[in-house]
């Protein structure tokens, strides 16, 4: 594809001698496509902005790519050859069709863990955020070259784990599950923080089950085994409704005794030290940090202790280059000290160590809570949205069949639910509300699958193939030529997504494009144009069809051809 920016910017370069050209996009089209601020270059050439742009627009000559120079006050303004972009544009979506906008970027190996959850309560609404952006940021790193690792961590021992344990021990009188399993063991969870209200001694009896597990106690092991593999029967359950399938999966019960060995071993090193109550810490304060305990006097582990090992063991297993940790922005302190840990104990990949933070997920009536047992589950607002957009779909379509309406259902329902997380900066708040996110206009998922579905029924209703002799003089309109510019653009937007690990930077890209595409259908005539001109129109949507496609792949999410 023609780079209409580089060359350009080349041409500037050519003619100034700068190094950096700061070229901007007008914020009308009819002021030009690229514009250079003559401004930068006054105090060095000792003229005016105005000036300097005449002389610049006398030096540079019309090409096959620019068709016109326009002097506007001190900025130079382009105006690129239009038969040129839409030939540029359509002709690289056409070649590369699946593969339009992925690029060799990278050729690095990422690892990429989400959403570690622990084994005492079933997934919720933060997790299912967390799994939105853990999935998409591994598409959009394979699109840039990257060899991707998806990677997981169960949480499955500790204080928490007890507490469900002990509350099945005394009150499940060996029940089976008679639900979703996750939910089954969480029912538990929730019991064991009412029961303690009543009864504190609960308290010491949970740390003494975790003792006892940790000694080789060997029912208490076999309690944990047996809820935990009840726990994450029900995750795998959630991970699939939401496309998830991770490369390895780390269990903390089988190899949380490896990080004592590492934190004693630095010790002896000198790289961590002793405090005055005989706990192993690492001192942080030359990296502006609080100091943090590694082991505790009395030889227990925390999570740091496990969190160390986890790190020496992926670099073992896979050697990343890159090892983004997906998790909540209240644990951005946490990270910036386990990432200066384990600098000072020479994990080799140190410097890939990224934490991809995010922000909270809210719902109308406030945060979740799920000690209390008020959290809102995963599986609970997959059901929600997937019925919404059932109901939907039986009032606009009455005669198609059950299973199509469950097809279309999940399709519309869960490209909602993964659209408005994904909308959003991951650093940012934001406030879920189910009917919201399920609306066919507005900032939505379903508005972008309805734009691709929209561009398909056309296509249906001209049932013929496109003339490949396109004659892209015809695609004049105003509206086409910013389709044409957006087209263009997409790859830039991957670009840009895979470097930040940011998905909202595509989410905002295919609403763009599919409200310009909208528009241009609703002023434009496409199977009503003469032959030549609608074959023109019927190859631009196709392209629009596959960059929506394209896009909302990479955010794990269905293009429907049918809505």
Known sequence: ?????????????????????????PPNPEMGDYAFPCFVLAKEWKKSPNDIAQELARKIPLNTFIREIKIIGPYLNFFVSKKKLAQSALKEVQEQKDNYGKQKLNKKKAMVEYPAPNTNKPLHLGHVRNLCIGKSVSNILRAGG?????????????????????????????KKPDKKTDHFVGDYYVLYNHKVKEKPELEEQAKELLRKWESGDKDTAALLKKMNK???????????????????????????????????????????????????????????????????????????????????????????DISIYVVGNEQELYFRQLFRILEI???????????????????PDGRMKSREG??????????????????EVKQRYKKISKAET????????????????LKYDASKDFVFNPEESLSFEGET????????????????????KINPKIDYELLKDSRELELFKLLEKYPDAVKDAVKQYKPHLIARF????????????????????????????????TAVKQVLKNGLELLGIEAPERM
Not at 3 to 13: A, C, G, H, S, Y
Not at 374 to 391: L, M, P
Request: glycine share 6%; aromatic share 8%.
């Open 510 to 541: 295919l609403l763009d494009i599919s409200r310009e595409l909208n528009t241009y259908y609703h002023d434009t005539p496409v199977l009503k144009a003469e032959p030549k001109l609608m074959d023109a129109r019927l190859a631009l949507i």
């Open 445 to 464: 998922g379903p508005y972008v699958q309805y734009t691709h579905a929209r561009i398909c029924s056309i296509l249906r209703k001209h049932g013929k």
């Open 345 to 363: 104990l020479k994990l080799p990949n140190y410097k890939g160590l990224y934490h991809l933070s995010h922000g909270m997920v809210y719902l």
């Open 230 to 320: 009840w726990a994450l029967k029900g995750f795998d359950e959630t991970y699939k409704q939401l496309g998830v399938k991770h490369d390895v999966v780390y269990n903390e019960t089988e190899h949380y005794k490896e990080g004592k060995n590492i934190v004693e071993g630095a010790l002896k090193k000198k790289l961590l030290e002793k405090d005055e109550d005989g706990n192993i810490i690492a001192n942080l304060e030359n990296f502006k940090l609080p100091n943090k305990v590694m082991l505790r006097a009395d030889g227990t582990s925390i999570y740091s202790t496990q969190d160390v090992n986890l790190a020496f063991l992926k670099n073992k297993d896979y050697k990343p």
């Open 374 to 391: 008020k959290v809102v589950d995963a599986d609970d607002i997959i059901e929600e949205v997937i019925n919404i957009a059932r109901k």
């Open 406 to 421: 469950e097809k279309r259902a999940k399709q519309i329902g869960l490209g909602a639910l993964k659209f408005f997380i």
């Open 146 to 174: 990257y060899k991707v690792i998806e990677a997981n961590l169960n949480n499955d021992r500790g204080i928490h784990i007890c507490k469900s344990m002990l509350a099945y021990k005394l009150f499940g009188k060996n």
């Open 1 to 25: 594809m023609t780079d209409f920016k580089k060359e350009i910017t080349q041409i500037i370069k050519k003619e100034t001698g700068l190094a950096e050209i700061p070229l901007e996009v």
